[in-house]
């Protein structure tokens, strides 16, 4: 079945960096884009960033544009989130989704079929 599996959540200091990771299985990962979406606490979850399934175009939310950067190895089946100058603001669990094949990608939660369980990201002022 279909498996997303995140890790490199941690604590930081603002400022700082993280790398997160999402290793996937089940499915045809090349076919697919693939995105990480956040939820705070008392928030709605927020698409992050998304790429295609070439790992070509890539899509950001507004509040992460120059900070974070989406990339994907389709040889490893892992998708990658690079999230530098980091602030208190981006304290959230932070999902890995993967959309239908061939789709374009989007920061829409509804073109997700599949997702992770999230891992943790808090970072302190």
């Known amino acids: 079945q279909v498996q997303l599996v995140e890790s490199g959540g941690g604590s930081v200091q603002a400022g700082g960096s993280l790398r997160l990771s999402c290793a996937a299985s089940?499915?045809?990962?090349?076919?697919?884009?693939m995105a990480w979406f956040r939820q705070a606490p008392g928030k709605e979850r927020e698409g992050v960033a998304t790429?295609?399934?070439?790992?070509?175009?890539?899509d950001y939310a507004d509040s992460v544009k120059g900070r974070f950067t989406i990339s994907r190895d389709n040889g490893k089946k892992t998708l990658y989130l690079q999230m530098n100058s980091l602030t208190p603001e981006d304290t959230a669990t932070y999902y890995c989704?993967?959309?239908?094949?061939?789709?374009?990608?989007?920061?829409?939660?509804?073109?997700?079929?599949?997702w992770g369980q999230g891992t943790q990201v808090t970072v302190s002022s």
């Open positions: 790429i295609d399934s070439g790992g070509v175009n890539a």
């Open positions: 989704a993967a959309g239908v094949d061939w789709a374009l990608q989007s920061l829409s939660a509804h073109a997700y079929k599949d």
């Open positions: 089940g499915f045809s990962y090349w076919r697919r884009s």
